[in-house]
């Protein structure tokens, strides 16, 4: 079982930029990717996208190509997630989740079996 722990999320304004952490703990391995995933009220969940902890490989979802960026300290059992440009359909709760192992980039919320408790990004003026 792997444990995730998210920090980072607040309110900001349109334009502005916010960093999200996630820290695993737990059974890790090197087979297992961390994906990013986010709902806004009323929406279903959204896969953001992904990043292999083996190769740093990653995978985007085209709404926020270009303006976020996965990254990972493997010393820290940390992923993160840099959200630049920040426009206010960005909103949503923000999810890192551990993918079962074997499955690297796939954007189907069942290949992931850990997630984090969810962290609220706001973007408004």
């Known amino acids: 079982q792997v444990q995730l722990v998210e920090s980072g999320g607040g309110l900001v304004q349109p334009g502005d930029s916010l960093r999200l952490s996630c820290a695993a703990s737990?059974?890790?391995?090197?087979?297992?990717?961390m994906g990013w995933f986010r709902q806004a009220p009323g929406k279903e969940r959204e896969f953001v996208g992904s990043?292999?902890?083996?190769?740093?490989?990653?995978y985007y979802a085209d709404s926020v190509k270009g303006r976020f960026t996965f990254s990972r300290d493997n010393g820290k059992n940390t992923v993160y997630l840099q959200m630049n440009s920040l426009k206010p359909e960005d909103t949503a709760v923000y999810y890192c989740?551990?993918?079962?192992?074997?499955?690297?980039?796939?954007?189907?919320?069942?290949?992931?079996?850990?997630w984090g408790q969810g962290a609220q990004v706001t973007v408004s003026s």
């Open positions: 737990g059974r890790l391995s090197s087979s297992y990717a």
């Open positions: 990043i292999s902890w083996n190769s740093g490989r990653t």
């Open positions: 989740a551990a993918s079962k192992p074997g499955y690297s980039g796939t954007s189907r919320s069942d290949d992931y079996d850990s």
